[in-house]
Nanobody, 121 residues
Framework: QVELVETGGGLVQPGGSLRLSCAASGRGFEINAMGWYRQAPGKERELVAVSTSGGSTNYADSVKDRFTISIDNAQNTVYLQMNSLKPEDTAVYYC???????????????WGQGTQVTVSS
């Protein structure tokens, strides 16, 4: 059984920084890609950033040059370093992982439980 455990959310002032972490527990898989999505109240869930296991990355235009995603393949963990945070970054941030299993499960996607990020003075 795979579980994604997110940490690092919280309250921060505008211009501040936070670092989110998401660790995938379990065995028998390889990471295809891991990423972060967010959902603000009244809005749809949107992609924030994604990284393949090889380090290819993609960012939403709204976070380019402020957020950095990275993967530690040995630890099955993805990080999101968020700098110069703005009130509009306030949302629940969800970790997503696309994993390959060597057995009959093949390719599966998983979601974390979400962590609240609030940017406010």
């Amino acid at each position: 059984q795979v579980e994604l455990v997110e940490t690092g959310g919280g309250l921060v002032q505008p211009g501040g920084s936070l670092r989110l972490s998401c660790a995938a527990s379990g065995r028998g898989f390889e990471i295809n890609a891991m990423g972060w999505y967010r959902q603000a109240p009244g809005k749809e869930r949107e992609l924030v950033a994604v990284s393949t296991s090889g380090g290819s990355t993609n960012y939403a235009d709204s976070v380019k040059d402020r957020f950095t995603i990275s993967i530690d393949n040995a630890q099955n963990t993805v990080y999101l370093q968020m700098n110069s945070l703005k009130p509009e970054d306030t949302a629940v941030y969800y970790c997503n992982a696309g994993l390959y299993f060597a057995d009959e499960r093949g390719y599966l996607e998983y979601w974390g439980q979400g962590t609240q990020v609030t940017v406010s003075s």
